[in-house]
Structures are given as structure tokens and as C-alpha cells.
Nanobody, 122 residues
Framework: QVQLVESGGGSVQAGDSLRLSCAAS????????MGWFRQAPGKEGEFVAAINRNGGVTTSADSVKGRFTISRDNAQNTVYLQINSLKPEDTAVYYCAAGQRLGERRDSYLYWGQGTQVTVSS
């Protein structure tokens, strides 16, 4: 029902910044809590950040706090992840997801994008 398409990833150097975008279609965007997760090769997927329906409440993982900022523009049906001061350990495929409840659990989210690759070299 809901389709999500991430973009904005790429290969960068440590210390650089990226802004990831996730465009939604096929549903009413403002009804969904949105989240970002990431998965490095051979690793479990992990929570990155999430934002509530109107954008007034956000939460993020301790590992990215202070460097990553999630935001949304409901008029554009888009959620963003601003990533600053990138580190090699940030290298992963980044996925956006839509769900009904704000949280860190993957099973809180019903719809997932295909992911966008972020590669950080030192």
C-alpha cells in the first residue's frame, strides 16, 4: 500500500556530511510514524532514528546522537536523515520505514524502502 524510496547515499570521506531522503507514495504520509534503520554487511539491522506524525517528537540511537538529525516534510511526503561528521562505522545500507508507533523496534514498522548505500572511508 505504501511505497518508500530512499536516495542521497554515496561514497564519502570521514568527516563529510550527507542528507538522505525517503519519498513516500501510495498512502497518507502524515498518518505514519517514520523511522530510519541501517544494516552493515554481515550485521544485524539497527535502529537509527524515528519521528512522529507531525514532526514534533524525535528519538535517535545513542551511537548517532548529536550527528544525525531526522526530519519530515508532510507537504512533500518525505522524511530526511541529515548525517554530519560521518565515521567509517556509519557505513551501511540505510532504510526508511513507515509504521504506526514511534519506537526503536523493527516490528513497529509495516513498510520499508529498498535502502540506500552509505560508504565512509577514512
Amino acid at each position: 500500500q505504501v511505497q518508500l524510496v530512499e536516495s542521497g547515499g554515496g561514497s564519502v570521506q570521514a568527516g563529510d556530511s550527507l542528507r538522505l531522503s525517503c519519498a513516500a507514495s501510495g498512502g497518507t504520509f502524515s498518518l505514519y510514524v517514520m523511522g530510519w534503520f541501517r544494516q552493515a554487511p554481515g550485521k544485524e539491522g539497527e535502529f537509527v532514528a524515528a519521528i512522529n506524525r507531525n514532526g514534533g517528537v524525535t528519538t535517535s540511537a545513542d551511537s548517532v546522537k548529536g550527528r544525525f538529525t531526522i526530519s519530515r516534510d508532510n507537504a512533500q511526503n518525505t522524511v530526511y536523515l541529515q548525517i554530519n561528521s560521518l565515521k567509517p562505522e556509519d557505513t551501511a545500507v540505510y532504510y526508511c520505514a513507515a509504521g504506526q508507533r514511534l519506537g526503536e523496534r523493527r516490528d513497529s514498522y509495516l513498510y520499508w524502502g529498498q535502502g540506500t548505500q552509505v560508504t565512509v572511508s577514512s
